[in-house]
T-cell receptor
Framework: GDSVTQMEGPVTLSEEAFLTINCTYTATGYPSLFWYVQYPGEGLQLLLKATKADDKGSNKGFEATYRKETTSFHLEKGSVQVSDSAVYFCALSSGSARQLTFGSGTQLTVLP | DAGVIQSPRHEVTEMGQEVTLRCKPISGHNSLFWYRQTMMRGLELLIYFNNNVPIDDSGMPEDRFSAKMPNASFSTLKIQPSEPRDSAVYFC????????????FGSGTQLSVL
């Protein structure tokens, strides 16, 4: 079945550091890929998405590129802020129902 | 827009008791999802509804769990009897897109079964 594998956390960075959170996937068919973010005490919210190979999703300074050849969708940000501290989930959807399959989440803490 | 509203935010109960979690989706959204989040298993889809009808309940762990959606603005997830291994954060999410890919999550219910 479909699955998403994220890099293990937690990740701790200083403010303005470069961020990469790795995500790889296994899926039948041609999935869409997503990053969701969960801030403390809140539910998940969609951060960005990409629907086909070589698409780049971007939002709030975060970017991720759909790499079909490596089945990856790594999340990057050039300069993180304290307010980016959250749990980040990689996800995919495939099949006729397009239901989401989530990764295990990666906790990011940004220190001032 | 008030977003997806869940209640209660926290629930502490004893093993064997009945627990009912509540959810109000965003108005106009026609799909509703219940997820469970634990450290060990991550985020798991329990059940989802489309136009108030249960479509896929294959993620419901066992018969102790049941979910209803009597109308477009309300859903419940019930656990009877509850067990300590049910302790988790339960999220409700809704969507208005046919593909169900863009979900709006509530803040969750933290359930502790002692």
């Amino acid at each position: 079945g479909d699955s998403v594998t994220q890099m293990e956390g937690p990740v701790t960075l200083s403010e303005e550091a470069f961020l990469t959170i790795n995500c790889t996937y296994t899926a039948t068919g041609y999935p869409s890929l997503f990053w969701y973010v969960q801030y403390p005490g809140e539910g998940l919210q969609l951060l960005l998405k990409a629907t086909k190979a070589d698409d780049k999703g971007s939002n709030k300074g975060f970017e991720a590129t759909y790499r079909k050849e490596t089945t990856s969708f790594h999340l990057e940000k050039g300069s993180v802020q304290v307010s980016d501290s959250a749990v980040y989930f990689c996800a995919l959807s495939s099949g006729s129902a397009r239901q989401l399959t989530f990764g295990s989440g990666t906790q990011l803490t940004v220190l001032p | 827009d008030a977003g997806v509203i869940q209640s209660p935010r926290h629930e502490v109960t004893e093993m064997g008791q009945e627990v009912t979690l509540r959810c109000k989706p965003i108005s106009g959204h026609n799909s509703l999802f219940w997820y469970r989040q634990t450290m060990m298993r991550g985020l798991e889809l329990l059940i989802y509804f489309n136009n108030n009808v249960p479509i896929d309940d294959s993620g419901m762990p066992e018969d102790r769990f049941s979910a209803k959606m009597p109308n477009a603005s309300f859903s419940t997830l019930k656990i009877q009897p509850s067990e300590p291994r049910d302790s988790a954060v339960y999220f409700c999410a809704s969507s208005r897109e046919a593909t169900n890919e863009k979900l709006f999550f509530g803040s969750g219910t933290q359930l502790s079964v002692l």
